[in-house]
Every structure is written in C-alpha cells, then in structure tokens.
C-alpha cells in the first residue's frame, strides 16, 4: 500500500466506513415500511412521466429547487427498487465522515482526534427504524456535500495546488447542496469559521478579513437563494413572512435551538429502549482504552510503530 495511503487518516476512515457497509448489506438491511411522499413521487413518475415529476414536486415545495430533478433522475434510473436509494444515503453518511476526517485534519494535523470525529459522525445516532425509510435518501447527500465544499475549502487555503480549482470547487459543491435542499443555506458560517481558524499565523483583524473576502461568493449565492425561497417562490408556511418581522422569527428560532440537549437526550432514551445504549457506552470506554494502551506499550523505534504511533494520543 502506498505509503501517503497508510498515513491518510481520510483513507482509513473510508476503509472502516466500506467495511460497515459490506457487514450491513451481507446481514441484510431491513427498509421499512415507504413513507407517503416516497409514494406520491412514485405515483406522480408513472402518471406524468420525469418532467410531470419535476413539475409536481416544485409547485409543491419550491424550497428544494434542484430536488425534483434529483428525484427524477433517480427513479430513471433505479425506477421503485429500494436498495439502490437506501444504499446511496448510506454510502453518503459514509463519506460524511470522511470528509469531516478531512476537515478535522486540515485543521488541527492530528490523525487520531481527526479519525475519531469522521467516525462519530458516520456512526451518529439514528435508530434503524428510521435510516432506512428512503424518505431522505436525496437530502441526505446533501451534507456530503457541504462537508465536501469546506475541505476543498480547506485544501486550497493548505495550499494545494491549484489554488482556484479547490476554491472554484468549494463554491459549486454549497450551491448545489443548498440548491437541492435549502437548510444548507447557513452553511456560510461553518466556512467562515474554518477560514478564519486556518489562518492562526495572522493577525486578528487580517485573518477575519481575509475569511470574509473568501465567503463573499456563498454569502451573495446564499443571500439571492434565500430571496428567492422567501420572496419570490410560494414559500413553506414555516419560513413565510409574518407580521412579528424578522426580529421575533430570530428569537423564534434561537429559542428552538435550545432544544438541542433535550432532543439528544431524547435520542439517548431511544437507544436505551432499543438495548443498543450498552453496546454505544461499551464500544466508547473501550476504544478509549485501546488509545491509552497504544500510547503506552508501543515501541519507540519501528517503522510499524511509527505508523501506529501517528493515531495515538503521544503522535
């Protein structure tokens, strides 16, 4: 094996994540029962063909603007075989973690707490009862690409040659995820962040300039998409414009956010009554261990160790 490959913590995530897969398709997956907008789509598709489809799914919701084409060309495809959807959100939640390992990487150097996050993220908490209903096997992707977009961000900030493809890169990736589902539209402020920390050799000032003037293309292609969903297109009752102006709906949804911890410990009930709570708890403390152990029995001098040693907690 290549030795950039042996030390590439995006390699070795993408090992684990295939492997997962290969044990969740040789057991068997079950996909649950079709929610009711898989079968609308499916009845929309043989009534009117793809561009009925299209046509439906935007004067329905013209929030996800690239969704019907998406949807569309998928049941061209795949027409109503369910593995085939349940595999692409899979494989997306894969390289989710991926490409978090990037991003993770690039910013901090450090193999190990890289690998443990890309891994984090692709084994986050759905219960099975809910990943395999296929309702969301296109918006799924689109997190795949907005973790894809700040690592190409990411890489061209590290100087990887050539500076504009990566950034060019990076810019197409957002406007396609937040054009398929617009709840990636804050996604601005998550790149922000990564420019800013990436330049910890400049000045205060500098560097929150400079990581503005990179996120000027996403925040004008955010900022027209977001008039668009809310002004121009029928918008969703939930983001349509209401009387208390924009002042009560920033509240509104600051306050919601709040709900985070209750909803995750919600989740954290669902798994006790599920009897997978044990196993998450156990696999934690042993991992845990296993770090410890590594850093304290491997051999200071080897060419294996060396290797090892890049993921443990001393490397």
């Known amino acids: 094996m290549p030795e950039r490959l042996r030390q590439s ?49 935007f004067a ?20 109503e075989n369910n593995a085939p959807y349940n595999a692409l959100m899979l494989i997306s939640r894969v390289f989710q973690g991926v490409f978090l390992t990037g991003v993770i990487y690039q910013l901090t150097r450090q ?20 990943l395999y209903q296929q309702i969301n096997w296109f918006i799924e992707p689109t997190l795949t690409l907005l973790l894809a977009s700040s690592y190409c961000y990411l890489l061209a900030l590290r100087g990887k040659s050539p500076f504009w493809l990566w950034y060019a ?45 990179d996120t000027l293309p996403l925040i004008i292609t ?30 509104s949804e600051l306050i919601a956010a709040l709900n985070f911890p209750a909803r995750y410990a919600n989740l954290l009930t669902l798994m006790q009554q599920d009897n997978t709570l044990p196993l998450l708890l156990g696999s934690m403390i042993g991992a845990g261990l296993l770090l410890i152990a590594l850093a304290r029995l491997l051999p200071t001098e080897n060419d294996d160790a060396d290797l090892l040693r890049m993921y443990a907690p001393c490397g």
């Open 9 to 57: 913590p995006l390699f070795i995530t993408a090992l684990i994540g295939l492997a997962l897969l290969l044990i969740l398709f040789a057991r068997g997956i079950d996909y649950g029962p079709l929610q009711t907008d898989v079968l609308i789509f499916r009845t929309w598709y043989r009534d009117s063909g793809p561009q009925g489809l299209i046509d439906q799914m």
């Open 169 to 213: 890169l990076s810019i197409g990736l957002y406007v396609v995820s937040v054009l398929i589902y617009e709840a990636g539209l804050p996604w601005i402020a998550v790149n922000f962040a990564l420019g800013w920390l990436a330049r910890d050799t400049e000045n205060l000032r500098k560097r929150t300039l400079l990581a503005l003037r």
């Open 111 to 130: 193999r190990l707490f890289a690998l443990c996050a890309g891994l984090a993220l692709m084994f986050s908490l759905i219960r099975v009862a809910e």
């Open 60 to 79: 329905v919701n013209q929030r996800h603007i690239l969704a019907g084409p998406v949807v569309a060309a998928g049941m061209s495809i795949f027409g």
């Open 222 to 251: 955010g900022g027209i998409i977001a008039v668009l969903v809310l002004f121009v297109f029928a918008p969703w009752s939930g983001l349509a414009p209401d009387e208390g102006g924009l002042l009560a709906r920033l509240i």
